[in-house]
């Protein structure tokens, strides 16, 4: 350092009791100061304390909020869960009624058809009746030459009745089904 600023920092000599008071009032104001500067050191660590407890409360209520979003996002899972279950679950329903109506509409069409066939076999059955009518009076009214083989006669007319009665039985059986509703039901649902 310079010698100036040497003198400078050097005590000087106090002169009188005005030295004496600027000295003391000095003291007094580096302890104000000093004192002041402890509060002000206190209330800062109060302040940054509470800060520092307000970050750990809004910590507490973030890791809250988390846990709560977590739980609404399970929530949510489970909800998408469900559904699917309840899509798979109305899926299956649908096939079934799908497989219902076909079956209905094969019913249905079926009955149609068998009524449709019962008039036919009355109508058949009816003819045959007067096919079996004109044979037996052929043979009783007709006069036959006493050297005529009756037998010949019968057995034409016993073979004309026996075909009737074969294509009675034969139409009759096309209203037969030869598949259970059962196996129908899954046929309806193998294709759906």
């Not at 977590?70 to 899926?91: G, I, N, P, T, Y």
């Not at 497989?99 to 509409?105: F, G, H, Q, V």
Request: proline letters at 1%; a negative charge.
């Amino acid at each position: 350092l310079s010698a100036a600023a040497a003198a400078e920092n050097q005590p000087r000599p106090e002169k009188g009791i005005m030295g004496a008071v600027a000295r003391n009032a000095v003291q007094v104001a580096q302890g104000m100061l000093t004192a002041f500067n402890t509060s002000m050191n206190k209330a800062w660590r109060q302040e940054d304390g509470l800060w520092f407890a307000h970050l750990a409360e809004c910590r507490a209520q973030d890791v809250e909020w988390m846990q709560w979003q977590r739980s609404v996002w399970a929530e949510e899972a489970e909800d998408r869960r469900r559904k699917l279950k309840w899509k798979e679950e109305d899926m299956v329903q649908r096939n079934l009624d799908n497989a219902r109506s076909l079956w209905l509409r094969f019913v249905e069409r079926n009955r149609r058809d068998v009524e449709e066939k019962s008039e036919q076999l009355k109508a058949v059955s009816s003819l045959a009746a007067i096919f079996a009518g004109f044979a037996v009076v052929t043979l009783t009214q007709f006069n036959l030459q006493q050297n005529f083989s009756m037998e010949g006669l019968m057995t034409i007319s016993m073979v004309m009745c026996t075909l009737i009665l074969g294509s009675i039985v034969k139409i009759g059986k096309t209203y037969v089904n030869e598949q259970s509703e059962e196996e129908f039901i899954f046929d309806c649902l193998a294709f759906c």
